[in-house]
């Protein structure tokens, strides 16, 4: 039969008629229902689903939580998959450890976004860790995630954790004291979204380095990185953040549950070390327990990247600011209230 248009399907249209759609729809003959993800107006990418386990809308996004035949839970902000119970690991693994790992002795992070728990989880993975502060914009969102994604349940209640609900950009700035690693574990910049100003220049430049110690870290996811989809808004950031640190690791890695090739920006005013053997090391003297995904040769080699998107981030000149930020397909809560940013993130 046609579209089944259940509960959580949205959509959302703005000034210029464009829209951003999620629907579920029934597949004739059978009783599986399927989640459709619209990643550009000419593709898109859909779940079978077993059911759909929760669902509701903040103050600032819509949010589902799904069973999904593939990936098992899958966390839906907007529309746009944040997190899936099969992969999330290689996401947050990717965002955390290449920046603590470089670190000498990180014992302070602050997160920018992180509501799904996963990236405080991973931190608090490291035994030199004395504070973690998670800033996130959304306070039914991080109580959604710790209903029902039960694996972060430890780290919400760790009490290294130091939760804030409140803009990334308005407590980073107020705070006084400054850290080890800085960490953008932020929703993808949107059109109308909330977060697309902590991808600019006066951000970086003025806020998170003010904020760091002599050598400390800052890393941020930084959007799709695939041979189709790294101009989108990669590259821009890359380029953006080598405005103001003086060394800048731009690297990826695929994430199934994406559909696509994924980016971090990692940046520093001192020399990173990423040779195999030191991170392998590191990785058994500081890390409790055992990493998924990544080694120590892992995390140089994705380090090195493709000639297509190597060139890009050679020859890319744009830099983000409010006035000529980029957007990836698909936006926010349009009407919803707007502030400088800090929702969680793609990992969510």
């Known amino acids: 039969m046609g579209p089944a248009v259940l509960s959580s399907h949205t959509n959302y249209t703005n000034g210029d008629n464009s829209s951003h759609e999620s629907v579920i729809n029934n597949v004739s003959g059978d009783d599986c229902h399927w989640y459709e993800e619209i990643i550009d107006e000419n593709l898109k990418w859909s779940f079978a689903l077993n059911r759909v386990l929760q669902q509701g809308t903040s103050e600032f996004q819509d949010i589902a939580l799904l069973d999904t035949k593939r990936f098992g839970k899958a966390l839906m902000i907007d529309g746009k998959m944040q997190s899936a119970e099969a992969d999330e690991f290689v996401y947050h693994e990717c965002l955390i450890h290449p920046a603590l790992l470089c670190h000498s002795n990180p014992k302070s992070v602050f997160i920018m976004g992180g509501g799904e728990g996963s990236a405080a989880r991973e931190v608090l993975k490291h035994k030199s860790i004395e504070k973690v502060v998670m800033c996130d914009i959304d306070q039914d969102v991080v109580d959604f995630c710790r209903k029902h994604l039960t694996v972060n349940r430890e780290a919400f209640c760790h009490k290294k954790l130091h939760l804030v609900i409140n803009d990334a950009r ?125 080694t120590g040769p892992s995390i140089v080699s994705s380090t090195i990247i493709n000639k297509i998107v190597s060139l890009a981030l050679l020859n890319e000149t744009h830099i983000y600011t409010e006035a000529t930020a980029k957007f990836i397909h698909g936006q926010g809560v349009v009407g919803c209230k707007q502030l400088n940013g800090g929702s969680c993130g793609r990992g969510v």
């Open 170 to 294: 308005v407590e980073l700035e107020k705070r006084k004291e400054k850290y080890d690693v800085i960490i953008g574990d932020l929703a993808d910049p949107v059109k109308d979204g909330p977060c697309y100003k902590l991808y600019t220049k006066s951000f970086y430049h003025d806020i998170v380095k003010p904020k760091l110690h002599h050598n400390g870290i800052f890393v941020t996811q930084a959007g799709p990185a695939g041979i189709f989809t790294h101009k989108e808004v990669f590259t821009s950031i890359y380029n953006t953040i080598k405005q103001t640190f003086n060394y800048v690791i731009a690297y990826t890695a695929y994430i199934p549950s994406f559909a696509d090739t994924w980016g971090w920006v990692m940046a520093s005013d001192h020399p990173f070390c990423i040779k195999s053997e030191e991170l392998d090391k590191r990785i058994e003297d500081r890390i409790n327990g055992e990493l998924l995904y990544l």
